[in-house]
């Protein structure tokens, strides 16, 4: 066999190699495609809340220190609580 056809028959093996790759890559970000999303919300989210002139990086910040330190699920709780609490103001200012 000369050099060429071995590095023809090379090139083909990684080729197909790559190819099967690539598509266990595509499972795997199926797999991921939903807490992914999660995070593009969260992104736009805080895009979104820094256009706004009221809110400043630093209470983001604030935010994300705090979900670090209690947690998800705690800081969900309190989130939850807290939206109550500032619907219940709204009306009481109307």
Known sequence: MTRLAEILQRRERLLANSAACRERLLGHGAVLARPLSWFDRLAS??????????????????????????????????????????????????
């Open 45 to 94: 989210g805080a895009r979104e809340a820094l256009a706004r002139p009221g809110v400043t990086p630093a209470v983001l910040a604030a935010g994300v220190g705090l979900l670090a330190a209690l947690g998800p699920r705690r800081c969900l709780a309190w989130g939850v609580k807290g939206f109550g609490v500032w619907r219940l103001w709204r009306q009481l200012r109307r």
